[in-house]
Nanobody, 116 residues
Framework: QVQLVESGGGLVQAGGSLRLSCAASGSILSFDAMGWYRQAPGKQRELVAGITSGGRTNYADNVKGRFTISRDNAKNTVSLQMNSLKPEDTAVYYC??????????WGQGTQVTVSS
């Protein structure tokens, strides 16, 4: 059972940056895709960014151009660089690892708060 542990959340002012990291207890190559999701109070969890084992990325429209997902297979980590943060980016951010067809592994989440 692979465990995912997020780090890097915190409080930042609007316009600032944060970098989230997700460390896996095993090889991230065992996942077909990895991603970052977020959930704001009263809202459903939504995909922020994803990256396949081959390095293909996809982003939610509202973070394109501001967020960048990357992976380091040697270190078994996936990162999310978040720039130009907005108050609406405030949420708990979760790391996800997916094995197709749909077997999901989740981290415990890390809080990101963007003040205006």
């Amino acid at each position: 059972q692979v465990q995912l542990v997020e780090s890097g959340g915190g409080l930042v002012q609007a316009g600032g940056s944060l970098r989230l990291s997700c460390a896996a207890s095993g090889s991230i190559l065992s996942f077909d895709a990895m991603g970052w999701y977020r959930q704001a109070p009263g809202k459903q969890r939504e995909l922020v960014a994803g990256i396949t084992s081959g390095g293909r990325t996809n982003y939610a429209d509202n973070v394109k151009g501001r967020f960048t997902i990357s992976r380091d297979n040697a270190k078994n980590t996936v990162s999310l660089q978040m720039n130009s943060l907005k108050p609406e980016d405030t949420a708990v951010y979760y790391c996800n690892g997916r094995r197709f067809p749909v077997v999901d592994y989740w981290g415990q989440g890390t809080q990101v708060t963007v003040s205006s």
